[in-house]
């Protein structure tokens, strides 16, 4: 079988389909199967995004983007300080 490959707001949009089953009285396998996804899906989506909006959805996708540019530029910091480092040892008079 294919895999499918859900947006973030798909996922949020089928949580919220479930949950809405599971209080209409349909139990979590049965509304799995309705969505087109597996319990184990449901769960880890339910972990992941349970209870997030699509304004906390947007919120956690930019601090994401931010946290990775932060860390890029803490890496290119570190490989700068390294090249000065060596450079320093290099040029070191020797006793």
Known sequence: MARKRHSDEDILNLLRQIEL?????????????????????????????GGMAKSQLLELKSLEKENARLKRIVADLELDKLILKENLDYLKPKA
């Open 21 to 49: 089953d599971l209080n209409n009285g349909s139990d979590v396998t049965a509304a799995c199967r309705k969505a087109g996804i597996s319990d184990a899906t449901y769960y880890t989506w339910r972990k992941r995004y």
